[in-house]
């Protein structure tokens, strides 16, 4: 039983191992690695997620809503960053509002709306969270890259609380409708090795205060259960295991950063609205 359990373990560390050192590496060597790495993932989730809406039955505008999202995380990106003043925010409304037009030329198509629906739905799902956190890690023009590492390191150490103590202690379970392997053991086990992360972030980065850094821990704790909640909703749905091959032992780009989809927006807000 034991061995079955594990059966994933080994590719699925390397695979962690290896993502999050590149991830790391890019988010501390400079900001345009940072950015280089993060476009890569906004395009892969975007990816992934039209093609399972393929795989439902519906026809969204595949190649219109992974520009857009792409134009909207290079957009954020270099407004946050000073490059760009805050004004030309505004080019992606006309832009995103071109799908309407296109559609008319779209023959026999029976729901047009329903695909105009699910191809705005992968921008704001994949694409926005990943824009907002431009905001976090710009501060006045200038990149700081503590505050971006600490929410990934906590939202890994959420990840993996949750998997071990999940598997060798999981019986009540969390939410069996969507998530049966899911359970109050494996939630407890990564808010407890999540919170000692935060709690490591706030000794290492002095970017924000303690109980700043505590209170982005629960977010992330709170959020990030609820992010991969979502997911193996939308997966439940299409009735599909992972929604990807493409990150051996993890599934792919979506089952990896979906805690990061419900987190990030909430994160952003805390930390915008929340100024000392």
């Known amino acids: 039983m034991a061995t079955k359990k594990f059966t994933n373990?080994?590719?699925?560390?390397?695979?962690?191992?290896?993502?999050s050192a590149g991830i790391i590496f890019g988010v501390v060597y400079s900001e345009w690695l940072y950015f280089a790495v993060f476009f890569i993932i906004v395009l892969f989730s975007l990816l992934e997620f039209y093609k399972l809406s393929g795989i439902?039955?519906?026809?969204?505008?595949?190649?219109?809503?992974?520009?857009?999202?792409?134009?909207?995380?290079?957009?954020?990106?270099?407004?946050?960053?000073?490059?760009?003043?805050?004004?030309?925010?505004?080019?992606?409304?006309?832009?995103?509002?071109?799908l309407f037009?296109?559609?008319?030329?779209?023959?026999?198509?029976r729901k047009p709306f329903t695909n105009i629906a699910i191809t705005f739905l992968g921008i704001f799902y994949t694409a926005v969270p990943f824009a907002l956190l431009n905001v976090a890690?710009?501060?006045k023009g200038v990149y700081n890259f503590e505050i971006i590492l600490g929410c990934l390191l906590i939202l890994w150490a959420t990840d993996t609380g949750a998997y071990f103590a999940g598997t060798f202690f999981g019986k009540r379970k969390l939410f069996e409708r969507i998530s049966p392997k899911k359970s109050w053991e494996?939630?407890?086990?990564?808010a407890i090795f999540a919170m000692v992360f935060a709690y490591g972030a706030s000794l290492y980065f002095t970017s924000l205060a303690p109980w700043q850094w505590l209170c982005i821990g629960w977010i992330i704790i709170i959020g990030g259960t609820y992010g991969d909640l979502v997911e193996s909703l939308l997966k439940r749905s299409i009735e599909i295991k992972d929604s990807g091959d493409s990150l051996p032992g993890h599934g792919g780009f979506l089952d990896r950063f979906d805690?990061?989809?419900?987190?990030?927006?909430?994160?952003?807000?805390?930390?915008e609205i929340i100024k000392f």
Not at 9 to 19: A, E, S
Not at 81 to 98: A, D, K, M, Q, V
Not at 259 to 271: H, K, N, T
């Open 9 to 19: 373990l080994v590719p699925r560390l390397i695979t962690g191992i290896l993502g």
């Open 56 to 98: 439902d039955g519906l026809l969204p505008q595949k190649t219109f809503g992974v520009a857009s999202g792409l134009i909207i995380y290079c957009l954020s990106f270099f407004i946050e960053r000073g490059t760009l003043p805050p004004r030309y925010y505004f080019l992606f409304f006309p832009f995103i509002s071109f």
């Open 101 to 109: 037009i296109l559609k008319l030329y779209k023959q026999f198509e």
């Open 137 to 139: 890690v710009f501060d």
């Open 186 to 190: 494996g939630f407890v086990g990564g």
């Open 259 to 271: 805690g990061l989809f419900i987190s990030a927006p909430f994160i952003v807000a805390f930390l």
